[in-house]
């Protein structure tokens, strides 16, 4: 399975025979979701395993957030979860009071999850043994432990995924255990996690940035990063990791490049503590696409957001659903609060199998010009995504209109004369721009700021490197992923999944709602070089609300997806369907007399084809000539697949 013609990632996998059920994502309790976009075709006789995050729960003084990490485990029970990744900073100063708190509420849930803990930079500050004690014992006996580093850090495997976990301040020092896990369980599983409480890049802090970019001749970690950071990537690429973080208080969905090719996922899981944090850096666009993000720092209007996320693992699928609910708790005599009935937010998700292909979109921000510049693509076209049976799809037109945007901070940083690797400040840019940033230039726009990493105060003792605030926006994966046919379909099943991630909102830094549609970027952000804000950007009418709340957006942009007809078939006796979940069956996506025998061409974007009734909802066409193909516009992402007409 190639593309042609774009940047992209390609992960190749065999998918599972046995795939005839459904993966709906919505909530079974507690839930405001009117629709579920992007249902997928699983397979209902191989194990389904959920796996939930529990974020930061750290509380101040020294003190677990317990009300938070409470309302999280309520919800996680509520959805049937089996395992829980907890991201590390399980307390503030790992004080025998604090893990008897935590104690207090994960006692209660002992038997509805396995837990897998490791150790956030705020849990060193107490005892090994008070983590053996206390969270040491709920680690499977089966769990494969590093040599050294007992419970902190260890790979599992349950059903078909790997996981692989990772405390704090060890990434520069398990490699070799990490790569080894990797290659040994690699044609054993789907599925591999890594979960550590370091995000890689990250948006505030990020291992590249703190150690890598920064790096100090007098930490070891830092010298021994250096060596196996850029392996860390190429590895996690080539192996399709979902990398799941900590550390940073804040939600964040990217996807981090190979060092020579594809990508990978990394989620920072979010807040469950009494404290969050402003946006600093943001994207760094040399290495990362931002694809979500969600910013509160508790200073706007007094509310915190706990986030909540589950990947659910079925074959080769994997279907991840990201909720937040904000609250006034500050302290654990604050009570339950808001959290008492919590009313969770759908904010992020993706559904994709192993076997697929992925583009990543631009949004439709910019600046005229730069369209065509290297990977800067705001069409949703693709080249033919071929599935191992045969089958072949494509998305012929659709641009990203509804996108995402937000706003990060001024950041100043200098070396340390005889601490720093870097020699000077000017060789401290040098190495932003190295590993994580873009410098301007006409044949290599830097979309997000024009200066994105300068030098200030040259020459005197106030010198320092600045990282200008800035306005990003977000792009999107959009992914084609394939699964066998299921319940009268005649063909694999395709899986249209990452047009309908966004609603159009607008994070200022520290979590204020601003109007995409009417409120400027900040200076430099344009995109062209220039000193321009990126501008209001007006939101196609109907199809978002921009809250927040992605299951209660009717439509999202307009795309047209070509479906092939399989070699050998009686196109005529075949139509293309969408699995509908509300009924449990497949839906012809227009009826008969509605289609076209036309080619497409780019006016049916707006426009019916001349031999189609005009009283037909949407533009579709069978096309004979050559290899039959249908076509069909659409403003919904989901599963599809030819159906007997």
């Not at 459904?22 to 395993?49: E, N, Q, R, Y």
């Not at 850090?153 to 996981?163: F, M, P, S």
């Not at 008969?592 to 533009?619: K, Q």
């Amino acid at each position: 399975m190639v593309w042609k013609g774009c940047a992209m990632f390609i992960r190749t996998g065999v998918v599972s025979l046995l795939a005839a059920g459904l993966l709906t994502g919505c909530l079974s309790s507690g839930s405001s979701s009117s629709s579920d976009v992007g249902a997928a075709p699983v397979a209902p006789d191989t194990p389904t395993l959920r796996v939930g995050i529990i974020p930061d729960t750290q509380g101040g003084g020294q003190n677990t957030s317990v009300m938070p990490m409470r309302a999280l485990m309520e919800f996680y029970r509520e959805q049937d979860v089996d395992l829980l990744l907890i991201v590390g900073d399980l307390s503030e100063e790992g004080t025998p009071a604090e893990y008897a708190q935590w104690r207090s509420v994960v006692d209660d849930y002992r038997d509805d999850f396995v837990m897998l803990p490791l150790q956030g930079n705020h849990d060193i500050k107490g005892t090994d043994q008070d983590w053996y004690d206390n969270v040491g014992e709920l680690i499977p006996g089966d769990a494969i432990q590093m040599a050294g580093q007992r419970d902190k850090n260890y790979a599992l495997v349950r059903d078909n995924v790997l996981i692989v976990t990772v405390s704090y301040g060890q990434i520069p020092f398990a490699y070799d255990f990490v790569r080894e896990m990797i290659e040994t369980y690699r044609d054993q599983v789907d599925h591999i996690i890594v979960s550590s409480h370091n995000t890689m890049v990250g948006s505030r802090y990020g291992n590249i940035r703190e150690r890598a970019v920064e790096a100090y001749d007098t930490s070891e970690g830092d010298q021994q990063f250096l060596l196996v950071h850029d392996e860390y990537r190429q590895l996690f690429a080539d192996n399709d990791v979902i990398y799941v973080a900590g550390h940073e208080h804040q939600y964040l969905r990217s996807l981090v490049s190979g060092y020579y090719g594809g990508h990978y996922t990394e989620l920072v899981s979010g807040n469950a503590s009494y404290k969050g944090y402003d946006s600093r850096y943001g994207e760094s666009e040399l290495i990362q696409r931002v694809v979500m993000t969600k910013i509160n720092d508790g200073s706007v209007d007094g509310t915190l957001d706990v986030n909540a996320s589950i990947l659910t693992f079925n074959g080769a699928l994997v279907d991840y659903r990201s909720y937040y609910e904000s609250h006034t708790i500050r302290s654990n005599e604050d009570g339950m609060r808001e959290l008492a009935t919590p009313d969770w937010k759908l904010i992020d998700r993706f559904t994709r199998s192993a076997e697929r292909c992925d583009k990543v979109v631009f949004p439709s921000s910019i600046p005229a010009g730069n369209q065509l510049n290297m990977t800067h693509d705001k069409s949703y076209r693709t080249s033919l995504c071929v599935a191992g049976s045969g089958e072949a799809a494509r998305i012929l037109d659709g641009e990203n209109q509804i996108f995402n945007r937000y706003d990060t901070r001024t950041r100043t940083t200098s070396i340390e004369p005889g601490v720093s690797t870097a020699q000077s400040n000017t060789a401290l840019a040098a190495r932003y721009y190295r590993w994580l940033h873009i410098p301007h230039a006409s044949y290599n726009p830097n979309l997000n700021n024009s200066q994105r990493v300068r030098l200030i105060n040259v020459g005197t003792e106030d010198e320092e490197v600045e990282i200008r605030q800035t306005t990003i926006d977000l792009k999107k994966q959009v992914s084609l992923s394939w699964v066998a046919a299921r319940e009268g379909a005649k063909s694999a099943v395709l899986l249209v999944s990452g047009i309908q991630g966004q609603d159009g909102t607008y994070n200022g830094a520290r979590g204020a709602q601003k109007r995409i549609g009417e409120d400027i970027g900040f200076a430099g952000s344009f995109g062209d070089g220039s000193e321009m804000g990126k501008q209001p950007h007006l939101l196609p009418e109907g199809r978002v609300n921009s809250n927040w709340r992605l299951d209660d957006d009717p439509r999202g942009d307009d795309f047209v997806l070509q479906f092939n007809v399989p070699s050998g078939a009686d196109a005529a006796a075949l139509q293309l369907a969408r699995w509908n979940d509300v009924t449990g069956g497949w839906e012809p996506v227009v009826a008969a007399d509605c289609l076209s025998a036309l080619d497409y061409d780019t006016s049916y974007m707006s426009s019916l084809p001349a031999d189609v009734n005009a009283e037909c909802s949407t533009a579709a066409g069978l096309v004979t000539v050559g290899t039959p193909y249908f076509w069909v516009r659409l403003d919904r992402e989901g599963a599809f697949a030819l159906i007997d007409r």
